[in-house]
């Protein structure tokens, strides 16, 4: 899973020479009932979120540099939020899902449809400029600024909330001769955050506008990829708002959150899980315990669990961790508000235990063919969407499949007629989904 995105790179070389290559990285997302294919899990950044430091409701609120107006991030009452979706804060339906796109760079948006189906929005391109090798997205609590990590620069959009309609936003793109990995939002909705180069950036979002400001001694020092070029989630943000995790090719390494600045701590202990070769995917579950999975040049490794101390942000390695051994080079991890489920790519479903934080694998990837891309969970846990392709193919659509989630059981069932197409296997592909509410 973990390879789609360099065997992409390769595409658009072999393109350039005049021969097609597609690999079909994402299986068929046929609107049929039971076909459409593996899973991918990694989280986005962050989409976990909460709240006990500042204060549960999140609301985007805060300072001058607080993000969306009105930034909602749910009801602080359960302390539990949506993990790995690309959207901080999250615990009501999704209304819109942007798919992020290469060669073009613009993110495709579409609106939510109660059974999980996508509607066009209209794309604004307010200037002929579009990012280069674009990787994931984070949105805001509120629905409002959209961010995208591209290679280099982050891409700032504001989105129309009645029609999911994009504007891309002056000053555009931010930090612009430096290539990002990934991208995450607190879950306030006051600061970004943007993993590359080994470093973290740290910006705060601001009031109305969601112009980025760099953070007084931004960049902090992290550490080099496992894996350099393709799309993962390898920043986290906890339910508390307390502390975010970068996954580094010598471990996961934990940072303090100022809640009035944004600035960054190191964790003391960091790295984590530093015998752990090639850190990859994080994710950060209502539970508070964190999941990661490996990058390597075959399938392999399982899905790591540590437990996070509430007070020092220090993760423990969880009893019988690694979980599904032979799962490997998952992109993107992806947990509802609930925090009972986690899907991982290409190894399905998995329920928690939220004591212990043990996984157990309950269902496999809803597909026969292919391998899918990128799932991400509707923060009220009901529902599940995947890039796919419409059918196994060299040459062949490439979009977003819903699936129906069953809550017992976790098991997924493809929504008849929901295949949305985004882009064409000939000329692009799309390699990160993220939604808000």
């Known amino acids: 899973m973990g390879q789609s995105y360099p065997k992409l790179f390769l595409i658009f070389l072999v393109l350039a020479v005049g021969v097609y290559f597609s690999g079909c990285a994402a299986s068929r997302g046929s609107g049929s009932s039971s076909t459409n294919s593996n899973g991918s899990g990694a989280s986005s950044s962050s989409g976990s979120s909460g709240s006990s430091s500042s204060s549960g409701s ?75 090798s674009p990787t994931n997205a984070a949105i805001d609590p509120s629905g409002t600024f959209l961010y995208q990590a591209a290679q280099p620069g982050i891409w700032a959009y504001t989105i129309n909330r009645t029609t999911g309609d994009i504007t891309q936003m002056p000053n555009t793109p931010f930090a612009s001769s430096q290539n990002f990995d990934t991208i995450a939002i607190d879950q306030t909705g006051r600061f ?26 931004s960049p902090f020092m992290a550490g080099p990829p496992s894996q350099t070029f393709g799309p993962t989630n390898r920043l986290a943000v906890d339910q508390t708002n307390k502390f975010l995790y970068v996954s580094a090719s010598t471990g996961v390494i934990g940072f303090t959150i100022d809640s009035n600045t944004g600035a960054l701590t190191m964790i003391s202990g960091s790295p984590f899980g530093s015998t752990v070769k090639g850190a990859y995917a994080i994710v950060v579950v209502p539970s508070d315990h964190l999941y990661e999975t490996t990058y390597s040049t075959t399938p392999g490794g399982g899905i790591y669990g540590y437990s996070i101390d509430p007070n020092t942000g220090a993760l423990t390695a969880v009893a019988g961790s690694p979980f599904s051994p032979n799962c490997g080079n998952e992109i993107n991890m992806t947990a509802p ?30 597909g026969n063919v292919g391998v899918a891309d990128w799932p991400v969970f509707d923060p009220a846990g009901k529902l599940l969407w995947l890039i796919t392709n419409d059918v196994n193919c060299w040459h062949c659509d490439t979009g977003v499949t819903a699936y129906d989630v069953n809550s017992t059981t976790g098991a997924l069932t493809a929504v008849p007629n929901s295949f949305f197409v985004m882009q064409n296997s000939f000329s692009g592909a799309i390699v990160s989904v993220a939604i808000t509410q």
């Open 337 to 366: 508000a609930q925090g009972n489920l986690m899907f991982a790519a290409g190894c399905g479903m998995f329920t928690v235990n939220t004591t212990t934080g043990a996984l157990t694998h309950v269902a496999n990837d809803p």
């Open 58 to 132: 999140s609301s985007g609120s805060g300072s001058g540099t607080s993000g969306s107006s009105g930034g909602s991030g749910g009801s602080g009452a359960s302390n539990s939020f949506a993990a790995g979706i690309g959207g901080a804060g999250q615990v009501s339906a999704a209304k819109f899902l942007f798919g992020i796109q290469i060669p073009g760079g613009t993110p495709v948006p579409a609106k939510v449809n109660s059974d999980g189906t996508l509607t066009t929005a209209h794309v604004n391109q307010t200037t002929g400029i579009n990012a280069n």
């Open 192 to 217: 970004v955050y943007a993993y590359g180069g080994g470093e973290v950036f740290a910006y705060s979002i601001q009031s109305g506008t969601g112009q980025l400001v760099a953070v007084p001694g």
